[in-house]
């Protein structure tokens, strides 16, 4: 397993979808904090309140820009097969997959420090920072990223067409980050807003973002992670059937 983790990574890394997500990543969150119009120079404020909401959107396009490949591919070209012949289950496979995905991710994730130690040097007094916010809102992006994860090898899972599995990554990411806030919003469903806004990414990933480290919140993510890796599992096992 960790072997096919470590070719992963290496094959994310080396070719020129990894390498553009991470470029991405960091040219669009760089230049909306420090940029574009009403960016953190013009305000006065040392806040990273706007990484925190372009990151997801960003997250959104990208992640499944990485995960569409995971087995797609292995369909399209047909080593599929012998990917399941080799000494490992299927969720091994799986999880494989997914944490060479997640590795990618934090590779993006990581540089996004330097704009923390920028604005603890640029405020005033020095280090006047919500410490506790930034470290709940770096919690919850890197799970929110997680989960995109996990929908993603799900969507390249179930076609041998990266362009198709990409598309339904988006819709599903963007369905559960944003859908369920905007049903919530009909007057119909009444004292239903708050629980349907709670099967949401949103609701959740806001909620840590506060710098309150709330088990649920916790494990809302880590429970959709698990379902949607199962998912694939099942994915994978329906080729024997």
Known sequence: MRVLILKEVRGFLGSLIG????VVF???????????????LDTGYADLAPLFFIAPWVFLFLVPAVTMRSFS??????TIELLLTKPLTEIQLVL???IAAVIL?????????????SLHELAMPRG???????IGSYIGLLLLACCFGAIGVFASSITDNQVVAFMIAVFLCFFLYLGFDLIASFDAFGVLEGPIKRIGIQEHYA???????DLRDVLYF???????????????????W
């Open 19 to 22: 390498q553009v997500v991470v």
């Open 105 to 117: 991710i934090l590779f993006a994730l990581l540089p996004t420090l330097v704009y923390w130690y």
């Open 128 to 134: 006047n920072l919500d410490t506790g916010g930034i």
């Open 96 to 98: 494989a997959k997914y």
């Open 207 to 213: 909620s840590l973002s506060r710098g309150v480290i």
């Open 26 to 40: 960091l040219l669009l969150t760089g230049l909306f904090l420090w940029v574009f119009p009403n960016n953190i």
């Open 73 to 78: 591919e292995e369909r399209r070209t047909g």
């Open 222 to 240: 880590l429970g959709t992670i698990t379902v949607f890796l199962l998912f694939t599992r099942t994915a994978l096992q329906s080729r024997k």
